[in-house]
């Protein structure tokens, strides 16, 4: 039996299934300058899919022994009015608080920033254009720069690293609070990045730009083959996926790639899970100990084969997708080890209108695997030609007998 054979016999039927309990929604903000990532959506309650508002997946896990995010929150809080009631800041006395809480992943943001989150799930965010990730050693790595953004134009490339915003050094920072260093509220606004590429070291001034992402691309290589390269899971995303499985040509196959996929709406990867599978549990995910579970919807293809491509940049609700489907054996996984968010946060308002997000738990891929600090290994491990080993497992695998 060749290696493909063996691939198209171990996922052939759905690994076995952890049953969790039924969930009820989410909501969410953004974490990258260029995309959103990691977060729960907004959605209409049905009483079984979707998880409380005010939830989101997308920070590493906070470290053990923080405080409990009640009382971090009432700290921050408190915190907060103090520092108003003296005429200081009252988000830089919030953020304080959560930096004493050892919730490394808790951020605090103005309402400018958070109505940026927001709007960024459309698709659209003020920016430079850059989507980044915190690398092992500490370091701020961009992991994508948008075609076009001031970034590009300045000629930042996957791969530098950024060692300043503004002056503001950000190494060992939470990604979430240098990628609102980033951010900006009106587009036009100038920020200086310090930046670094092998021994070399150089700063470059670039102006906020309003900008847009089309988050699914897909291509048709031929009849036997379409590839959905969905870049970040913003709103409208999941459906694009399901409208792209649905178009794709009889009996053609699946090449799903999540590569340098930051994360974004839980909601919308659920919808792009559902895409794929004929409804069943997606994930579970627990809040101060309660285990909550999200479902796929009924009535997915389940006739196609699917080979999942993933790499270091594949986070947070991406990873949440790759391991519901490699957990329920209806996709080969291929490339490297994927990024390690699986944490939840839920968002405090402030008395000053700032916000504050702590981590509250953590979510967990449906045979019970937690991805946080961890990733998902693929089943073919695969760096330099990655895309053209994918291709080739999808041609083996064939459509289901």
Do not use: C
């Not at 050094?169 to 979430?176: D, I």
């Not at 080979?307 to 940049?313: H, S």
């Amino acid at each position: 039996m060749s290696g493909l054979d063996r691939f198209a016999e171990r996922f052939s039927g759905p690994r076995r299934i952890r049953r969790g309990a039924t969930l009820t929604l989410v909501f969410a903000s953004v974490l990258v300058t260029g995309a959103a990532t990691g977060s729960w959506s907004d959605a209409a309650d049905d009483g079984r899919n979707e998880p409380p508002p005010a939830l989101r997946s997308d920070a590493l896990a906070a470290p053990q022994g923080e405080a409990h995010t009640g009382d971090t929150a009432d700290k921050a809080a408190d915190a907060a009015a103090e520092a108003m009631a003296d005429g200081k800041s009252g988000k830089d006395a919030a953020e304080e608080a959560v930096s004493r809480s050892g919730d490394r992943w808790g951020s605090v943001y103005s309402p400018g920033e958070f109505q940026e989150f927001e709007k960024a799930l459309d698709g659209a965010y003020t920016g430079v254009g850059l989507w980044a990730r915190r690398a092992a050693d500490g370091h701020i790595e961009i992991s994508k720069v948008q075609k076009d953004g001031p970034a590009a134009r300045a000629g930042i490339r996957e791969g530098d690293r950024l060692r300043s915003v503004d002056g503001e050094r950000v190494k060992g920072r939470p990604v979430t609070d240098v990628l609102s260093m980033l951010r900006g509220e009106r587009a036009g606004t100038p920020v200086v990045l310090g930046l670094e590429r092998g021994t070399r070291a150089w700063s470059a001034k670039l102006h906020r730009a309003r900008l847009t992402t089309d988050s699914v691309t897909v291509t048709e290589a031929s009849d036997d083959a379409v590839t959905i390269k969905v870049d970040a899971f913003t709103k409208g995303s999941g459906e694009a996926v399901r409208s792209a499985v649905r178009d794709a040509p009889e009996g053609a196959g699946i090449l799903l790639d999540l590569r340098g996929n930051s994360g974004g709406l839980v909601s919308e990867a659920v919808t792009a899970t559902s895409a794929l599978v004929d409804g069943g549990l997606v994930a579970t995910y627990d809040v101060r100990g309660e285990e909550k579970a999200l479902h796929a919807e009924r009535g997915g293809d389940t006739d196609r084969p699917v080979v999942a491509l993933v790499d270091g940049g594949t986070m947070s609700a991406a990873e949440l997708l790759t391991g519901a489907l490699q957990d329920r054996g209806r996709a080969v996984v291929v490339g490297t080890r994927t990024f390690g968010k699986g944490s939840v946060q839920m968002p405090s308002r402030l008395p000053d209108g700032s916000v504050a997000e702590l981590t509250v738990g953590h979510y967990r891929t449906p045979s019970g695997r937690a991805v946080d600090g961890r990733g998902i290994t693929p089943d073919l491990e695969a760096e330099d030609g990655a895309e053209k080993r994918a291709e080739t497992v999808l041609t083996g695998l064939g459509p289901p007998s």
